[in-house]
Nanobody
Framework: QLQASGGGLVEAGGSLRLSCAAS????????MGWFRQAPGKERELVTS???????TYADSVKGRFTISGDNAKNAVFLQMNSLKPEDTAVYYC???????????WGQGTLVTVSS
């Protein structure tokens, strides 16, 4: 239901842009965002964006990552700049439905940052 794309291999200091969109027009979300899970670590929230346009960021990505969205298309984007090897992870798109209030997950897209 959520389709994510845009991952890949990039050198440290480089940039990538992730995209995520919901298939079908029946969804209405209150929040969309991105989580990531590095090997051997728990999944963590990277950034989120409310439909009112209020973003939040993990401290580790502040100033480097920017989230944006398109409410009409139920889409969310993540611009990642100044990437570091520690950003290497599988990135998951996430959305919270307005009703019923439940989470939706994308399939994950791998981001690998080489040193």
């Amino acid at each position: 239901q959520l389709q994510a794309s845009g991952g890949g291999l990039v050198e440290a200091g480089g940039s990538l842009r992730l995209s995520c969109a919901a298939s079908g027009s029946r969804f209405s979300f209150s929040v969309m965002g991105w989580f990531r899970q590095a090997p051997g670590k728990e999944r963590e929230l990277v950034t989120s964006l409310t439909t009112a346009g209020n973003p939040t960021y993990a401290d580790s990505v502040k100033g480097r990552f920017t989230i944006s969205g398109d409410n009409a298309k139920n889409a969310v984007f993540l611009q990642m700049n100044s990437l570091k090897p520690e950003d290497t992870a599988v990135y998951y798109c996430n959305a919270v439905g307005e009703w019923p209030i439940r989470p939706y997950w994308g399939q994950g897209t791998l981001v690998t940052v080489s040193s």
